[in-house]
C-alpha cells in the first residue's frame, strides 16, 4: 500500500492538475508556433464539440481510495480551445487526464484468479504426474523381424542327379497335387544302364531257376521219383525266350551227364555184383569137392602104407588135394575184393546224386549271390531312372521357377523351383537376438504386425511362441556380411552379433480385415513380432538413464 500511495495520492487537487495541465498546454502551443498544424473546419468542429462536452461533463480520474474501492476524483474545467482550430489548453489537458487514468488504473488494478492459481495447478499436476509413473506400468517387449512360412515349410525341388532339361511341366504360379510331374531329365545314359543290368539281373535268376531245377530233381531221383527238371524248371517273368531257351538246353545238358554218370556207376555195380556171384559160386564148388578130394587122399594114403599102390598115385592126390584147398583160399580172396569192388560201385553210384546235388547247391548259392547283387544294381538304376522326373513332394503353388530352357544342364542340388504347401497352417518364423533370447520363452503372448499393412491403421494379429532354436544361427545375410570386404569375420566383436535364434510363433487367425475385406495372408510376407516379456513402473523406466549413468559414471578402466 506504500508503493500504491507512493505512486498515486490520496487526493489530488484541482490546482495541482490545473498547473500541470497549463504548462503542458504551454507545452504545445510552442509546439504548434514552431510547427504550424493544419485543422480542417470539420475538424475544428469535432475537436471543438468534444472538448466542450468533456468540459460540460466534467472529467474524472478513476483511483482506489484507503478501503481499495474506486472512487472518481473531479478535475477542474480548463478554458475551451481557440476557433482557429488548433488545440488549445483544454483539449491537451483533457487528453493528459485520459492518459494519466489509464496509467493508474493498469497501476492498482488487482492481480488475475488465474495467475493466482497457476502455481496450485502446477503442484497439483506433478502431484498427478508421480502418482502415475508410480502405479502406471509399460509393457516390455521384444521386437523380432521374420516372415510368415507354412507350418511345413516352402519346399526347395532340386535334383539328385546331374542332367540335361527334356521337359518342363510346369511354370511359375502353377497349382500342383503331390506327385505330379515338374521336371524330366534325358533318362538315355540312366536308362541304357538300367536295361544292362535288367538283362544281367535276369540272367542270374534263370541261372537260379536252372540250379533249383536240378536240385529238384536229384531230390526227386533219390526218392524214386520221375526225373523231369525240365518240368521243374521256372523261367523267371520278363526273360527272354532265347534266353530260357539257353538256360533249358543247359539244364537238360547237366542232368543227362548226371544221368550217364550214374548209369555207368549202376553198370560197375552190377558188374561187381555178377563176379561176386560167380566167385561164390565157383567158392561153393571147390568146398563141395574138397571133402571127397581129402577122403579120395586119405584112401590112396592108406593104400600108399600098405603098398598096395604106387608113391606117385597117392602123390597126385594129394597135389590135386592141395591146389584145391589153395583154390579155395583164392577164391575166398577174390569174393573179398569182388566184395569191396561191389560196395565202390554202390557207394559211387549212391554218393553221385549226393556229390551232384552238393556241387549244385554251392552253384545255387553263387547264382543267387549273383542275382542278389544285380538286383540291387537294377534297384538303384531304377531309383536313378525315377530320379530323372522331378515330382511335387506336397500340393501347392510353384513359385521360383529357374529353369525355362529346354536341353538345358542342371547340377545336383540345385535349386529349380519351390512349392509353397496349401494345406499347411501359417506361422511366423522371427528371428531373436542374442541378447534378447534369455527372455522368451514357449507359450508367451505375441503381437504380429504385417509389413505391408500399416498396423496402426489395420492393426496387428495376436499370436503364441510355440517353440524356440535350441542352437543360435548364424543368419544367411550376416554371413554375406561378414564375407564383405573390411567386415570382421571372427573374433568376439562380430560373432555374437551375428548369432540370433529363431522363435516359432503359431497365430490366432490366417487373414487380415482391410478396408472391410478379409485380406489372407500368404507365405514370405515380412512382419515385425512384439513379443511381451513383462511389465515395468513408468518411473523405472524414466529413471533408468539416469541410474544407468550414475552408476558407470563413477567408474575407471
Do not use: C
Request: cysteine-free.
Amino acid at each position: 500500500m506504500a508503493e500504491l500511495a507512493r505512486i498515486v495520492p490520496k487526493r489530488i487537487s484541482a490546482e495541482e492538475l490545473a498547473r500541470e495541465g497549463a504548462a503542458e498546454g504551454d507545452a504545445s502551443v510552442h509546439a504548434s508556433a514552431d510547427h504550424p498544424a493544419t485543422v480542417t473546419p470539420a475538424e475544428a468542429g469535432a475537436q471543438g464539440s468534444g472538448a466542450r462536452d468533456a468540459r460540460s461533463r466534467g472529467t474524472g480520474l478513476r483511483r482506489h481510495d484507503d478501503q481499495g474501492e474506486p472512487s472518481d476524483i473531479p478535475i477542474a474545467a480548463a478554458p475551451a480551445s481557440g476557433g482557429d482550430g488548433s488545440l488549445g489548453h483544454d483539449d491537451l489537458k483533457d487528453l493528459h487526464d485520459a492518459f494519466l487514468a489509464s496509467r493508474v488504473e493498469a497501476a492498482v488494478a488487482p492481480p488475475s484468479r488465474l495467475v493466482l492459481a497457476l502455481p496450485a495447478l502446477m503442484a497439483l499436476m506433478l502431484v498427478l504426474a508421480g502418482i502415475w509413473a508410480w502405479f502406471g506400468h509399460l509393457d516390455i517387449v521384444v521386437a523380432a523381424p521374420g516372415k510368415i512360412v507354412p507350418g511345413g515349410k516352402v519346399k526347395v525341388v532340386e535334383s539328385s542327379l546331374p542332367g540335361i532339361v527334356r521337359a518342363i511341366h510346369v511354370e511359375d504360379g502353377a497349382r500342383v497335387a503331390a506327385g505330379d510331374p515338374l521336371l524330366s531329365l534325358d533318362p538315355t545314359e540312366s536308362g541304357a544302364d538300367l536295361e544292362k543290368l535288367t538283362r544281367e539281373w535276369l540272367a542270374a535268376r534263370l541261372d537260379v531257376a536252372r540250379h533249383e531245377a536240378l536240385i529238384g530233381a536229384v531230390a526227386l531221383a533219390g526218392g524214386g521219383g520221375p526225373l523231369a527238371p525240365e518240368e521243374i524248371f521256372a523261367a523267371p517273368d520278363g526273360a527272354a525266350e532265347h534266353e530260357v531257351a539257353e538256360s533249358l538246353g543247359v539244364l537238360r545238358a547237366e542232368w543227362a551227364a548226371l544221368m550217364g554218370e550214374r548209369e555207368r556207376a549202376a553198370k560197375d555195380a552190377a558188374r561187381s555184383r555178377a563176379t561176386l556171384a560167380s566167385l561164390r559160386a565157383e567158392q561153393a564148388k571147390v568146398r563141395a569137392v574138397l571133402p571127397l578130394l581129402t577122403e579120395r587122399v586119405e584112401g590112396q594114403r592108406i593104400l600108399y602104407e600098405k603098398q598096395l599102390t604106387q608113391k606117385s598115385v597117392y602123390l597126385e592126390h594129394e597135389q590135386v588135394l592141395l591146389e584145391t584147398q589153395h583154390q579155395a583160399l583164392v577164391l575166398e580172396s577174390r569174393i573179398e575184393e569182388a566184395r569191396a569192388t561191389l560196395a565202390s560201385a554202390e557207394a559211387t553210384a549212391a554218393n553221385l546224386l549226393l556229390a551232384f546235388e552238393a556241387e549244385t547247391q554251392q552253384s545255387l548259392n553263387k547264382a543267387r549271390q549273383l542275382e542278389s547283387a544285380a538286383r540291387q544294381e537294377r534297384i538303384k538304376a531304377e531309383d536313378r531312372v525315377g530320379r530323372l522326373t522331378l515330382a511335387a513332394p506336397v500340393a501347392g503353388t510353384v513359385t521360383g521357377l529357374s529353369v525355362h530352357t529346354l536341353g538345358g544342364y542342371v547340377q545336383p542340388s540345385e535349386a529349380l523351383m519351390r512349392i509353397v504347401p496349401e494345406e499347411d497352417r501359417l506361422t511366423v518364423e522371427a528371428t531373436v537376438t542374442n541378447r534378447d533370447i534369455g527372455f522368451i520363452e514357449v507359450g508367451q503372448s505375441a503381437a504380429v504386425k504385417i509389413d505391408a499393412f500399416n498396423y496402426m491403421r489395420y492393426g496387428s494379429i495376436e499370436g503364441r511362441v510355440v517353440a524356440l532354436s535350441a542352437d543360435a544361427v548364424v543368419p544367411q545375410d550376416a554371413n554375406k556380411a561378414a564375407g564383405a570386404p573390411g567386415a570382421a569375420t571372427s573374433g568376439p566383436q562380430a560373432a555374437p552379433q551375428m548369432l540370433s535364434y529363431t522363435a516359432k510363433i503359431e497365430l490366432e487367425h490366417e487373414h487380415l480385415a482391410v478396408d472391410g475385406k478379409d485380406v489372407r495372408l500368404v507365405p514370405g510376407m515380412s512382419v515385425t513380432a512384439d513379443l511381451l516379456t513383462g511389465e515395468r513402473r513408468v518411473l523405472e523406466y524414466v529413471l533408468q538413464p539416469v541410474l544407468r549413468y550414475a552408476s558407470e559414471g563413477m567408474r575407471e578402466r
